[in-house]
């Protein structure tokens, strides 16, 4: 049997969780609803401690996205490239800024060197990020893969502003949650 598609989805509860009229004009509580997405992904045991959402030229969410490997079987389904590809479908473009309006990706937790990828080709202009890949690498047993030594600068290269540390030691506290968990490492 030869499959033709994939179905990804967020889990049920992001309905309740997001308010997709209120505005986020602060980087401060973007990146607060990226980690409370992350913390409740691992209340509700629906896949690993990782959350974004993504914000559009009007300050509201266009999508968000929280980890589902384990959940929907699929290596590639992390927070940053869920939260990528859903606003990616809704808006119905490959790039999300190719018009000139700004997006910003808030993340709870570094992109590892797949999001790292996915986040220079989305078409976003800003990437808000809480904790440090040394965070997640100390505190869980997540690889982030091999990433390029300047990749801060890449980023940059490419137009998009990088903003780190923000509520680190709270998105610290979600992996450290995760961790009593004893969840898996993907
Ligand atoms: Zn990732």
Known sequence: MLYAQVHLTL???VHDAVDTSATYPDDDARIALAIELSRRN????????FGAALFGPDDRIVSVGVNRVMPTSCSV???????????QQRLQTPRLNALGA???????????????????WAGIDRLLIGARAEDVEALTEFDEGPLPADWPQE???????LVRDLRRD???????????TGGARY
């Open 11 to 13: 889990p049920a509860w």
């Open 42 to 49: 691992v209340e509700a045991a629906s896949g690993g401690p």
């Open 77 to 87: 389904a992390h927070a940053e490239t869920m939260a990528f590809m859903l606003a």
């Open 102 to 120: 700004p997006y910003t990706l808030a993340t709870s937790s570094q992109p590892c060197c797949q999001c790292f990828g996915a986040s220079v």
């Open 155 to 161: 980023l940059e290269r490419r137009g998009i502003e």
């Open 170 to 180: 709270e998105a610290r506290a979600v992996l450290q949650a995760y961790a009593a």
